[in-house]
């Protein structure tokens, strides 16, 4: 019997069985049975991050009609395409889809029932989905094609590659043929530069929390009324928001003045800051309202490839920016004037024609827009996106809060009305880029500078500030929030100093010059990234020690930049065996955050080709022709899903 162990069975390991049960018929003979060990000691289908075993406070940042584990007509893979439901039309169609069935939370399968397509699900409803995905992906394998599931952690890996591979778990070791790592979200040990905050903090018995996932943070330690410093404005800071008041009895109140928020008196009080010093833009709760515009358009590969072609080092911000903003620019203007064409002066076919020829940043497509678009508010800037606060300075504190506050109620207000549809434009055209992005990513002609401090610095940061906020709702909640007094803002551009005197933390910034802020915590409010050489998963480490993986590393005569990803071949996603001279190991695939392929989600927003439903795809189809070369004769099992007993 041939053997296949996926290491991590969260959504990335979910996403690969579901490719393998959909190619398996064309490229695994029937007379050639397989066995799929799926190991993790999280909850299969779920697996840590989206675990049932979570606050009920915790949300996603999708609506429900966002989120797809399945393929469909838009999808460009070489395998078949196998439709599914969305998370919302699963939730939806209880007949077809038993969806409740399994469900034993009864709030989770009240919440299920009531789900609209436009709602912002909670974390366990993403679990109950996920756990019956992988469900669906058991039982659609062919019946030569068994799986076992093993709750426990993957300790070592050995074995030459030309032979078995051996995966050593805490109870027993499996023998296998290929071993897939799809590990998702892993921890590392605390970046250093976080060590001397962490130090100080023991020194004088005070709270400090390293970058960490919401859902695992321990925040018992905070006491009620204590002054929390907390350094992030992004989806981290979010959940720890709310279970730093929600979660401690507070509750919100609709009245006739608006949402006012009634505290427990458990509260913090959170002074809330970061680089740009406002929170991540929300997410838009509305439908495009003219059609989907037709991308990409300037950001195709026959464009990524012309600027390819360009002799010398590359650089992101230079060669490739004006080209992605032209795009998101075409999704946001195609929408304002199909939907809200009383807004624009000039036909849209006179406008793109004009914009066809047009660099982004030419002063002639600056006096375009001007003059089509008549009100600034309706212009896409990017460069005020990205930096809301830049040169701004208040005289007081105060006057901080009152500005914040109107910046938050304006943009709740704007993600909540369709008039403003052309800003959902926008992000899907965002997300459109990410289909040549894998591309550039992996074509090793950007200069290393340009790697750490424009892609993986800038660009996904300013993706996540546009286009990966928290819902709506949230805005409106942290606006009340800071009315009642329970977070006040700390401005752009904080700075975190010590005072060894008094034992306290102090936060400025030059938005309100002079002013000041001290407290006993401190919270690093955002998500720790994987560093491999850091790395707190033992299977990694090990791999790590032994030199049979390697951290991505891009260098050039003038800068080196290490990444802390695990580097796997574009294509197949094979791992990169430094003991094999740097070839692709044979009989390793790893998938998921934690590897160079940066630009691949376990899930997806339907019908946008996701370039994670391509990775599986891909990878899947590269195991399977792997393993249907000869093998010994074995034993033919029923096809099912196995759970192993315990250790």
Avoid: C
Avoid at 284 to 296: H, K, N, V
Avoid at 410 to 429: E, I, K, Q, Y
Avoid at 435 to 443: E, I, Y
Avoid at 615 to 639: S, V
């Amino acid at each position: 019997m041939t053997t296949l162990v996926i290491v991590g069975a969260g959504p990335r390991g979910t996403g690969l069985l579901e490719r393998i049960a959909a190619n398996a018929a064309e490229l695994l003979p029937s007379d050639q049975p397989l066995h799929i060990h799926l190991v993790d000691p999280h909850p299969p289908g779920g697996g840590r991050i989206w675990r049932h075993e979570q606050s009920p406070l915790l949300r996603m940042n999708s609506m429900a009609e966002d989120v797809t584990m399945f393929t469909d007509e838009r999808s460009t893979i070489e395998g078949p395409v196998r439709p599914g439901p969305s998370l919302a039309e699963w939730a939806a169609r209880s007949t077809e889809f038993a969806p409740y069935r399994e469900v034993a939370d009864p709030a989770v399968r009240d919440e299920l029932r009531e789900l609209a397509p436009t709602d912002f699900p909670t974390r366990r409803a993403q679990s109950a989905y996920l756990d019956w995905v992988l469900r669906r992906a058991v039982a659609d394998l062919p019946a030569h094609v068994t799986v076992t599931v093993h709750r426990e952690t993957v300790l070592e890996l050995t074995g030459a590659a030309d032979g078995p591979q051996l995966v050593r778990l805490g109870s027993r070791t499996l023998s296998a043929d290929h071993v897939a790592l799809t590990l998702g979200h892993l921890d590392s040990e605390p970046d250093p530069r976080h060590a001397p905050m962490a130090r100080f903090a023991a020194r004088h018995g005070r709270f400090h929390l390293a970058p960490a996932y919401s859902a695992d943070a321990d925040l018992s330690a905070i006491a009620p009324g204590e002054h929390v410093l907390l350094r992030g404005l992004g989806l981290a800071f979010v959940d720890l928001t709310a279970m730093l008041t929600e979660g401690r009895g507070g509750r919100f109140e609709e009245t006739a003045d608006g949402l006012v928020y009634r505290p427990s008196g458990r509260e913090p009080v959170i002074h809330a800051g970061s680089r740009r010093g406002v929170p991540y833009h929300s997410k838009t709760g509305y439908r495009l309202q003219g059609p989907l515009a037709p991308l990409p358009r300037y950001f195709d590969r026959a464009a990524v490839d012309e600027v390819l072609a360009r002799p010398g080092r590359l650089e992101l911000r230079r060669d490739f920016w004006p080209l992605m903003a032209k795009e998101v620019g075409f999704g946001y203007y195609h929408e304002l004037f199909h939907a809200h064409p009383e807004r624009t002066t000039v036909p849209w076919a006179d406008f793109l024609a004009a914009y066809d020829r047009l660099d982004w940043y030419s002063p002639t497509l600056a006096r375009l827009t001007a003059a089509a678009v008549p009100d600034p508010a309706d212009r896409l800037d990017f460069e005020q996106l990205d930096h809301p606060l830049a040169g701004l300075r208040l005289g007081s504190d105060e006057e901080l809060q009152q500005r914040l506050r109107g910046y938050v109620a304006a943009d709740a207000d704007r993600r909540a009305d369709p008039a403003h549809s052309a800003d959902l434009g926008a992000f899907l055209a965002l997300l459109s880029l990410f289909g040549q992005l894998p591309r550039l990513m992996t074509s090793d002609r950007l200069t290393a500078r340009s790697v750490e401090e424009e892609l993986d610095g800038w660009w996904f940061g300013f993706f996540n500030f546009l286009a990966s906020g928290p819902p709506g709702f949230r805005l409106r909640q942290l606006l009340a929030l800071s009315e009642a007094g329970v977070v006040r803002f700390l401005g752009a551009d904080i700075a975190v100093e010590t005072d060894e005197a008094t034992g306290t933390f102090r936060a400025t910034s030059p938005t309100v010059p002079g002013h000041s802020v001290t407290a006993t915590a401190l919270i690093e409010g955002y998500l720790p990234p994987h560093v491999l050489a850091r790395t707190k998963d033992p299977l990694l480490r090990q791999l790590y020690q032994d030199g049979r993986i390697a951290e991505e590393v891009v260098a050039d005569e003038e800068h080196t930049h290490r990444s802390g990803l695990l580097t796997i071949s574009p294509g197949e996603s094979r791992i990169l065996d430094p003991a094999l001279g740097g070839a692709a190991h044979p009989r390793r695939t790893a998938l998921g955050p934690h590897t160079s392929l940066r630009a691949a989600g376990a899930f997806a927003r339907p019908r946008t080709d996701s370039p994670g439903f391509r990775q599986n795809d891909a990878a899947a189809r590269a195991i399977l022709r792997d393993l249907a070369g000869p093998r010994p004769a074995a034993r033919q099992g029923a096809g099912g899903l196995a759970v192993a007993a315990a250790p």
